[in-house]
């Protein structure tokens, strides 16, 4: 009798375990082609796809979705963007059968908290000023994404890159991001940046997608710094991929990007949802694999409470966070990086 209902209850746990799996790749097979957001968002006017084949989608959508309007974009192949498409088509949008994936693409960025103060002691890098005096980024040109900053501030005039193309109308935490980036000191200590010889120029964030791989490569950009967010997203999407893909075909760009100021957040689906303090970056693309995420530290090497915190939607830190230890117990250490010498400073000590 006691084996009676032990073979019962073995085939009840192996119906259950069919039944959820059969549930779980049904869920898959409904949502694995969309943003954990995509019904949710009330404001959206355009979506991004990203298709197997161009022309027997655009043939299916001239067809199915005749009033959509479908424009290619340049950072991506076989990526496009969709506009006015009524919500009540998004479910017919996911029959698509060249569809790989569909997500919100109006989204409206903000910029991350402002900086009270420049203390470049932290990660050692007043240090480096002083150790290596040549290191100055002098010839580095660096992209402030966001709001324009003021190309006439005292401590970036002269050396702004592209400066007529920088709107006249500036945001004063752009400004300064680029002082922290290309600031030359001439207000205060405080304002001489990390390459405080560089050049920075602007590229706006309304477009969340990346830049023109060629574009950056025709003008030099190796870095490009990031310090907005959208709100929580949790997901790998079309942003992530596009800027992944970025740093593959022009290996010398540096993405940097803020990880948010929503550290007491929880994230809002996928595995993490409703977890408090973690999985909380600020947009899909801060998810992405090939750039580098920051979060915020105090003076004595502690993470900020209100610094957005990872793990990423499939499981991998972001951002990493060691302690400082002693910068002169650490040598810099010379690269070889594009046939000339770089050097970086390691804490591995």
Same mark, same amino acid.
């Given at each position: 009798?006691?084996?009676?209902?032990?073979?019962?209850?073995?085939?009840?746990?192996?119906?259950?375990?069919?039944?959820?799996?059969?549930?779980? %790749?049904?869920?898959?097979?409904?949502?694995? +082609? *969309?943003? /954990?957001? !995509?019904?949710?968002?009330?404001?959206? $006017? =355009?979506?991004?796809?990203?298709?197997?084949?161009?022309?027997?989608?655009?043939?299916?959508?001239? %067809?199915?979705?005749?009033?959509?309007?479908? +424009? *290619?974009? /340049?950072? !991506?192949?076989?990526?496009?963007?969709? $506009? =006015?498409?009524?919500?009540?088509?998004?479910?017919?949008?996911?029959?698509?059968?060249?569809?790989?994936?569909?997500?919100?693409?109006?989204?409206?960025? *903000?910029?991350?908290?402002?900086?009270?103060?420049?203390?470049?002691?932290?990660?050692?890098?007043?240090?480096?000023?002083?150790?290596?005096?040549?290191?100055?980024?002098?010839?580095?040109?660096?992209?402030?994404?966001?709001?324009?900053?003021?190309?006439?501030?005292?401590?970036?005039?002269?050396?702004?890159?592209?400066?007529?193309?920088?709107?006249?109308?500036?945001?004063?935490?752009?400004?300064?991001?680029?002082?922290?980036?290309?600031?030359?000191?001439?207000?205060?200590?405080?304002?001489?940046?990390?390459?405080?010889?560089?050049?920075?120029?602007?590229?706006?964030?309304?477009?969340?997608?990346?830049?023109?791989?060629?574009?950056?490569?025709?003008?030099?950009?190796?870095?490009?710094?990031?310090?907005?967010?959208?709100?929580?997203?949790?997901?790998?999407?079309?942003?992530?991929?596009?800027?992944?893909?970025?740093?593959?075909?022009?290996?010398?760009?540096?993405?940097?990007?803020?990880?948010?100021?929503?550290?007491?957040?929880?994230?809002?689906?996928?595995?993490?949802?409703?977890?408090?303090?973690?999985?909380?970056?600020?947009?899909?693309?801060?998810?992405?694999?090939?750039?580098?995420?920051?979060?915020?530290?105090?003076?004595?090497?502690?993470?900020?409470?209100?610094?957005?915190?990872?793990?990423?939607?499939?499981?991998?830190?972001?951002?990493?966070?060691?302690?400082?230890?002693?910068?002169?117990?650490?040598?810099?250490?010379?690269?070889?990086?594009?046939?000339?010498?770089?050097?970086?400073?390691?804490?591995?000590?």
């Amino acid at each position: 009798m006691l084996k009676f209902w032990f073979t019962i209850t073995k085939l009840t746990f192996l119906l259950l375990v069919i039944q959820s799996y059969g549930f779980a %790749q049904e869920i898959h097979r409904d949502k694995g +082609k *969309s943003s /954990p957001h !995509l019904f949710h968002n009330s404001v959206s $006017s =355009s979506y991004h796809v990203m298709v197997n084949d161009s022309s027997g989608f655009k043939a299916w959508m001239i %067809q199915s979705l005749p009033n959509a309007v479908i +424009k *290619s974009d /340049p950072a !991506l192949k076989n990526v496009y963007r969709i $506009s =006015s498409l009524a919500k009540k088509d998004l479910e017919k949008l996911l029959e698509a059968p060249e569809l790989r994936f569909v997500e919100v693409a109006t989204r409206y960025p *903000s910029v991350e908290s402002d900086v009270p103060g420049l203390d470049l002691t932290v990660n050692a890098i007043n240090a480096v000023h002083h150790l290596y005096p040549s290191l100055t980024g002098e010839g580095l040109r660096v992209l402030v994404k966001e709001n324009a900053f003021d190309k006439n501030d005292i401590d970036l005039v002269g050396r702004v890159y592209k400066h007529e193309s920088v709107p006249d109308v500036y945001d004063p935490h752009a400004t300064a991001m680029a002082t922290i980036i290309s600031g030359a000191g001439n207000t205060s200590q405080e304002s001489k940046g990390v390459a405080w010889k560089s050049n920075p120029g602007f590229s706006d964030f309304g477009n969340l997608m990346p830049e023109s791989t060629a574009g950056l490569i025709t003008n030099g950009i190796s870095v490009q710094n990031h310090s907005y967010g959208v709100g929580v997203e949790n997901f790998y999407g079309i942003e992530s991929h596009a800027y992944d893909k970025q740093c593959v075909e022009y290996p010398r760009i540096v993405h940097v990007f803020s990880a948010g100021n929503s550290g007491m957040d929880a994230a809002n689906s996928g595995l993490y949802d409703g977890i408090t303090g973690y999985a909380n970056l600020t947009g899909q693309f801060k998810i992405a694999k090939n750039i580098i995420a920051v979060g915020s530290i105090d003076q004595s090497g502690v993470i900020e409470p209100v610094s957005s915190r990872g793990p990423a939607s499939d499981g991998r830190i972001k951002p990493v966070h060691r302690l400082r230890r002693p910068f002169l117990r650490c040598p810099l250490q010379k690269l070889q990086y594009w046939g000339s010498p770089r050097f970086a400073a390691f804490d591995r000590c």
